[in-house]
């Protein structure tokens, strides 16, 4: 599999990319980060284990209210959160603490910010946060290292039909890539058990959302991430450009039944996947962590009778 992220999706500058993680969402989690939490969320319902421990990676852009879902459905789970930038810690904590009066003191564990269990997770969240890392191999193999083995690994991210319509005209009108390129989900599970996994299982469903005005339909798209893309546009735009842009995004609504509101695809991508019992490969010489030696060692006891 190649490594180089020039080679293959994502096409994104790290450096960008770094920026956009270390900035706060100025009005909480997006509305459309929340809705495909909640739909992540009910596909809960068809994974029988039981977690009883779990935790949420990023969950101040990934979903506040998905958050919250999770808790309510593992009441009896310890729970944690990933914050994986020091810059927002605070903020997640704030916005993640329950007042004295409310119900949700009741409703389970106390939300832990330490570190997570020697063994790790059964259960890692991740919502909406691995299309913009700039080596997702890295962050899904360092998912893989949080999971606990038989844990599994439950995430959603935008898949390469997102802004389909957007990129289009930028193409049409000569001007730089509208953002940087989304992975498929065939190669998500490719990563998955690259990096250890197994039992990937992938889905996928497109979103159409709809705006009455450019201003609208932009403020949106702000909320949800920025273009990454080492080839955009390498200065900030001027007043001539922002005003094409929002002449032609009209033209972005569909000729039959879209009452003229503009309207942009987004593909939704969904995986999980379960952490087996760690295995040595047959090399000349491996390299295992002292968790994975404890766990073989743990799995080939024979049990006293």
């Known amino acids: 599999m190649a490594t180089d992220p020039q080679r293959r999706p994502p096409t994104i500058d790290a450096a960008a990319a770094a920026r956009?993680?270390?900035?706060?969402?100025?009005?909480?989690?997006?509305?459309l980060h929340e809705e495909i939490g909640r739909r992540m969320e009910d596909r809960l319902q068809w994974i029988k284990a039981k977690p009883r421990h779990w935790a949420d990676w990023a969950p101040l852009r990934g979903g506040l209210e998905a958050h919250e879902l999770l808790a309510r459905r593992y009441r009896e789970a310890e729970a944690f959160?990933?914050?994986?930038?020091?810059?927002?810690?605070?903020?997640?904590?704030?916005?993640?603490?329950?007042?004295?009066?409310?119900?949700?003191?009741?409703?389970?564990?106390?939300?832990?910010?330490?570190g997570l269990p020697e063994e790790g997770v059964d259960l890692l969240w991740a919502n909406m946060a691995?299309?913009?890392?700039?080596?997702?191999?890295?962050?899904?193999?360092?998912?893989?290292?949080?999971?606990?083995?038989?844990?599994?690994?439950?995430?959603?991210?935008?898949?390469?039909?997102?802004?389909?319509?957007?990129?289009?005209?930028?193409?049409?009108?000569?001007?730089?890539?509208a953002s940087h390129e989304f992975t498929d989900m065939h190669d998500w599970g490719d990563m998955l058990v690259h990096a250890g996994f197994a039992e990937p299982v992938m889905d996928m469903e497109r979103i159409v959302l709809t705006w009455a005005t450019p201003d609208a339909a932009l403020a949106e798209l702000r909320t949800l991430g920025r273009n990454l893309h080492p080839a955009r546009f390498p200065a900030l735009r001027g007043r001539a450009w922002q005003a094409a842009l929002h002449k032609a995004l009209p033209e972005?609504?569909?000729?039959?039944?879209?009452?003229?509101?503009?309207?942009?695809?987004?593909?939704?991508?969904?995986?999980?996947?379960?952490?087996?019992?760690p295995r040595v490969s047959l090399s000349a010489e491996s390299a295992v962590?002292?968790?994975?030696?404890?766990?073989?060692?743990?799995?080939?006891?024979p049990s006293a009778h």
């Not at 956009?20 to 509305?31: E, M």
């Open 20 to 31: 956009w993680r270390r900035l706060a969402p100025a009005d909480g989690s997006p509305w």
């Open 81 to 114: 959160v990933i914050e994986p930038e020091p810059a927002l810690a605070a903020a997640t904590s704030a916005a993640l603490a329950a007042p004295w009066w409310s119900a949700r003191r009741w409703q389970g564990g106390k939300l832990r910010f330490d």
């Open 130 to 177: 691995l299309h913009m890392a700039a080596d997702p191999e890295a962050l899904i193999a360092h998912w893989h290292r949080q999971v606990a083995t038989d844990g599994f690994l439950m995430f959603s991210c935008f898949g390469p039909d997102t802004l389909r319509e957007l990129r289009a005209l930028h193409a049409r009108l000569g001007w730089p890539a």
């Open 252 to 277: 972005l609504a569909p000729a039959e039944g879209g009452e003229g509101r503009i309207a942009l695809t987004f593909e939704i991508i969904y995986g999980h996947a379960f952490k087996p019992t």
């Open 289 to 301: 962590s002292l968790r994975e030696m404890r766990e073989m060692l743990q799995r080939g006891r």
